[in-house]
T-cell receptor, first 107, second 119 residues
């Protein structure tokens, strides 16, 4: 199975800060990497697919980059409503696997 | 507008089975796929398997081989996930997620179904 390692596991940042999360795959996954946002008690929400493609309706402060084994997810200017847990997920190989999540809190 | 609605929470005893439903509307059911993802309390997301709603082909995580069955009913645009021989560590929220374009991209999610396994 492909292991997805996210870092950090949690972070706290101020409103307006730039926040970056990394996701490392245990083997090459091309660009088959998605990012989801999950708020407490809710289902995950797709933000970015194929490493860097913003889902329709998602604010442009969210972005993603990377290919191969190393990926990053950035919030350019953190907003209060961005407090959530973020997950990366690969779909290059079965079983599809998720990262362990990064909990983002606003100070 | 695409909607995904799951069945309600259930409490089951160890060794029992559970069948969770996922009813969709607002798109052409037969042109997509469903994945099932679960989340144990306070834990991360775990993919369980996927079904193609056009031909009912399935791909499951080997971890669940023999215990999980994915099916669909096109007449009601509903997908089902049955998990057998339940154990306490199957206690989780179970989500269905649709993949309209690419099988591994989960565009829309149900609200989740809490399954508690307890004696």
């Amino acid at each position: 199975d492909i292991q997805m390692t996210q870092s950090p596991s949690s972070l706290s940042a101020s409103i307006g800060d730039r926040v970056t999360i990394t996701c490392q795959a245990s083997q090459e996954i091309r660009n088959y990497l998605n990012w989801y946002q999950q708020k407490p008690g809710q289902a995950p929400k797709l933000l970015i697919h194929d490493a860097s493609n913003l889902e329709t309706g998602v604010p442009s402060r969210f972005s993603g980059s990377g290919s191969g084994t190393t990926f990053s997810f950035t919030i350019s200017s953190l907003q209060p409503e961005d407090s959530a847990t973020y997950y990366c997920q690969q779909y290059d190989k079965v079983p599809l696997t998720f990262g362990g999540g990064t909990k983002v809190e606003t100070k | 507008q695409l909607q995904v609605v799951q069945s309600g929470s259930e409490v089951k005893k160890p060794g029992a089975s559970v069948k969770v439903s996922c009813t969709t509307s607002g798109y052409t059911f037969a042109t997509s796929g469903f994945s099932w993802v679960r989340q144990a309390p306070g834990q991360g997301l775990e993919w369980m398997g996927w079904i193609n709603t056009n031909n009912d082909a399935t791909v499951n995580d080997q971890k669940f081989q023999g215990r999980v069955t994915l099916t669909t009913d096109a007449s009601t645009s509903t997908g089902y996930m049955e998990l057998r021989d339940l154990r306490s560590d199957d206690t989780a929220v179970y989500f269905c997620a649709t993949s309209l374009i690419v099988a591994g991209v989960f565009e829309s999610w149900g609200q989740g179904t809490l399954i508690i396994v307890s004696s």
